[in-house]
C-alpha cells in the first residue's frame, strides 16, 4: 500500500480564552490540518500546531515544509515504512510539528488499513487516562476559579500551574491559594517555560516548599549550562525537561548532563514514531515522563491520549489533555469528552479522528473563507 498524497489544510479556531505563560500566549488555534491517503483510498489525518515563539514553525511554514520537502519524496513509499518515511524527513533539522503530523497521519492509515487501533498498535496498555489541566498566567482569584471549575465540571484533580513571572511573588500567591482553596485533594506541579534564573527558580521552589508540588518543569532555560545542573540538583521533585527535550539526542543530553532527569513527551513535536523512542530511552534509563500538551486542539489530544494509553509508565502521571476545553469550537464530529477527570481512546480501527466537513469548511483558511 502506497502513499497517494499528502493534504495540508491550515485553519483558524479562536480561543474562549487565551492560554498566556512565560514565552508566549495563544489567542486562536492556528493549526495545520494534515491528511495522508494510500492507494487504496485509505484517509489518516493529524494536525500540525504552529508553536512560533517556542518552535520557529508557523502555519505557512509547516504547510511549505511538507509540500515542498517531505510530500515529494514520501508520496509512492509504502505506508509501512516509517523508517524510510522518517529518513526522508530526518534529513531536515527541525520542523518538529510537520514531521510528527505526517508521522501520525501514517500510522492512523496503518491502523485503519489492519482493524486496529493505533494505541493497541503502539503497545495496547489500556485505553484511558487521567486528565491534568494547564492553568495559565492570571490574577491567582481567576486560576483558582478555573480549577474550581475543571474540577467540578469534568472531575480533574491534577493541575500543571504556568509560572515564571517576574517578580515570581505572583506565581508562589497562586499555588499557595490553589493549595488553600482546593485542598489536599488535588495534585499541584509547576511549569516556567524558562522564565526564571537558577536562582530564582531555586528560591521560588523555597517558597512553595510546603505546598507538595510533585514537579517543576523547565523553570530556567537549559542553556544555562551550570545553573540548570545546580538547580537540578537541589531540587526537591523530578525536574522535567520540555521544550528543551525535543529529540532523542536531546533527551539523551538533558539526562545524561544532569540538566533534568525527567520528560514531557509531546505527540504534536515527537509524533508517535519519536515519542515511542524516547519512552523508551527514559524507561531505561529511570527517568519519570509526563504526557504533555503543546495547546493541542482535540484532534491533537486525541493523538496524546492514543499515545499515553498505549504504555504503562505514561499512564503513571495524569496526562495534559484538556486544554481544547479552552477553544470556542472544533474540527471533531463527536466532540471528547472528559468525564470523572479522565479520557477515553476511541475503541476504532486508527486513532479516531473523523473531521466534521462542516467545520472544516467554516475554520480553513485556504478556501477564500
Ligand atoms: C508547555 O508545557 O510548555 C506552552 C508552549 C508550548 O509549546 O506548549 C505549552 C505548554
Ligand atoms: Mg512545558
Redesign the pocket.
Known amino acids: 500500500m502506497k502513499i497517494s498524497s499528502i493534504e495540508t489544510i491550515p485553519f483558524a479556531i479562536p480561543y474562549t480564552k487565551p492560554?498566556r505563560?512565560a514565552?508566549?500566549e495563544?489567542h486562536t488555534a492556528q493549526h495545520v490540518l494534515v491528511r495522508v491517503r494510500s492507494d487504496d483510498g485509505i484517509v489518516g489525518v493529524a494536525e500540525a500546531?504552529a508553536?512560533p515563539?517556542?518552535?520557529g514553525e508557523t502555519q505557512e511554514s509547516i504547510v511549505a515544509a511538507i509540500q515542498t520537502l517531505f510530500a515529494p519524496r514520501i508520496v509512492g513509499m509504502d505506508v509501512m515504512d516509517r523508517e524510510a518515511v522518517h529518513s526522508v524527513m530526518d534529513r531536515t533539522v527541525g520542523n518538529p510539528t510537520a514531521k510528527s503530523a505526517v508521522d501520525m497521519a501514517i500510522w492512523d492509515v496503518i491502523g485503519k488499513a489492519l482493524g486496529q487501533p493505533v494505541t493497541a498498535l503502539l503497545g495496547g496498555y489500556t485505553d484511558s487516562m487521567k486528565v491534568s489541566h494547564?492553568l495559565g498566567f492570571a490574577e491567582p482569584a481567576k486560576m483558582v476559579a478555573e480549577a474550581e471549575r475543571m474540577r467540578d465540571i469534568y472531575g480533574i484533580t491534577t493541575f500543571?500551574v504556568?509560572v515564571g513571572r517576574k517578580p515570581f511573588k505572583l506565581d508562589v500567591d497562586v499555588c499557595r491559594a490553589l493549595r488553600e482553596e482546593l485542598g489536599d485533594g488535588i495534585e499541584l506541579y509547576v511549569?516556567g517555560?524558562r522564565g526564571w534564573t537558577p536562582s530564582e527558580s531555586l528560591r521560588a521552589l523555597n517558597a512553595m516548599a510546603d505546598l507538595d508540588l510533585t514537579l517543576a518543569?523547565?523553570l530556567c532555560p537549559a542553556d544555562d549550562v551550570l545553573g540548570r545542573k545546580w538547580l537540578v540538583n537541589h531540587c526537591p521533585v523530578p525536574f522535567v525537561a520540555?521544550?528543551s527535550a525535543t529529540t532523542p539526542g536531546e533527551v539523551t543530553r538533558e539526562l545524561l548532563s544532569g540538566a533534568a532527569n525527567a520528560v514531557?513527551i509531546?505527540t504534536?513535536?515527537t509524533g508517535f514514531s519519536h515519542s515511542q523512542r524516547i519512552l523508551f530511552q527514559c524507561d531505561g534509563m529511570g527517568a519519570e515522563v509526563v504526557m504533555?500538551?503543546?495547546?493541542d486542539g482535540q484532534v491533537g489530544t486525541l493523538c496524546t491520549v492514543a499515545f499515553g494509553a498505549a504504555f504503562k509508565s505514561t499512564t503513571l502521571r495524569a496526562g495534559?489533555l484538556s486544554?481544547f476545553l479552552d477553544m470556542s469550537d472544533d474540527l471533531l464530529t463527536e466532540p471528547l469528552e472528559i468525564v470523572a477527570g479522565r479520557l477515553s481512546t476511541r475503541q476504532v480501527p486508527g486513532i479516531g479522528i473523523d473531521i466534521d466537513p462542516e467545520k472544516l469548511a467554516r475554520y480553513r483558511l485556504d478556501q477564500g473563507n
Not at 504533555?292 to 495547546?295: E, M, P, V
Open positions: 492560554l505563560f514565552s508566549g495563544v500546531p508553536r515563539f517556542t518552535y494547564m500543571k504556568k511549569d517555560n518543569e523547565e520540555d521544550e514531557s509531546k504534536a513535536r504533555g500538551n503543546q495547546i495534559e486544554n
